[in-house]
T-cell receptor, first 116, second 113 residues
Framework: NAGVMQNPRHLVRRRGQEARLRCSPM?????VYWYRQLPEEGLKFMVY????????ESGMPKERFSAEFPKEGPSILRIQQVVRGDSAAYFC??????????????FGPGTRLTVT | AQSVTQLDSHVSVSEGTPVLLRCNYS??????LFWYVQHPNKGLQLLLK??????LVKGINGFEAEFKKSETSFHLTKPSAHMSDAAEYFC???????????FGQGTELSVKP
């Protein structure tokens, strides 16, 4: 059973470009979470999605950031018009359910975004 | 609201000596608590979890943690450190009913030969 897959592993973008980060959850998992890790900091929650639905986006910046998890295909985190402050590691996690948070989340290897 | 505080940003031990990484939590509910480990430039791996069953939780690689409600603590321990234990460790609480995880700031563990 393959784990959570993320691609690309490393992404370099110039200021003003768009970044698209992909996450394929573990087989049988329908819940996806995105977290951001800034340098020297812990992970911060961004968004929680189920298939075709955004459940909680309380951690998403109000502008330039969006996320989707379509019926078919991976979850996508999209950052428009990137700025240097977007440079971070972005982690995706999946779980088989939410169940009040009692399921553990399985993390992917992360995408390291560098904005030049 | 749930939160966790990791009391040490960096811990250094010698190989073969015990490890103690401290974590206090704040929660209005009976919390679900986790410890994750992150090796350099890698993803996160679950070490262990507490979900209101036994208060002493055993995890992988010889780690264990004890849930103490009276002290609101969930400290991570290991009897004997190994060089491969050098990594960043995160204490995590689940935001019950909302699915998301809330991370502590992390503790960097160094292991000296």
């Amino acid at each position: 059973n393959a784990g959570v897959m993320q691609n690309p592993r490393h992404l370099v973008r110039r200021r003003g470009q768009e970044a698209r980060l992909r996450c394929s959850p573990m087989k049988g998992h329908s819940h996806v979470y995105w977290y951001r890790q800034l340098p020297e900091e812990g992970l911060k929650f961004m968004v929680y999605l189920q298939k075709e639905n955004i459940i909680d986006e309380s951690g998403m910046p109000k502008e330039r950031f969006s996320a989707e998890f379509p019926k078919e295909g991976p979850s996508i985190l999209r950052i428009q018009q990137v700025v240097r402050g977007d440079s971070a590691a972005y982690f995706c996690a999946s779980s088989p359910g939410a169940a009040g948070g009692r399921y553990e989340q399985y993390f992917g290897p992360g995408t390291r975004l560098t904005v030049t | 609201a749930q939160s966790v505080t990791q009391l040490d940003s960096h811990v250094s031990v010698s190989e073969g000596t015990p490890v103690l990484l401290r974590c206090n939590y704040s929660s209005s509910y009976s919390p679900s608590l986790f410890w994750y480990v992150q090796h350099p430039n890698k993803g996160l791996q679950l070490l262990l979890k507490y979900t209101s069953a036994a208060t002493l939780v055993k995890g992988i690689n010889g780690f264990e943690a004890e849930f103490k409600k009276s002290e609101t603590s969930f400290h991570l321990t290991k009897p004997s450190a190994h060089m491969s234990d050098a990594a960043e460790y995160f204490c995590v609480v689940s935001d019950l009913g909302r699915g998301k995880l809330i991370f502590g700031q992390g503790t960097e563990l160094s292991v000296k030969p």
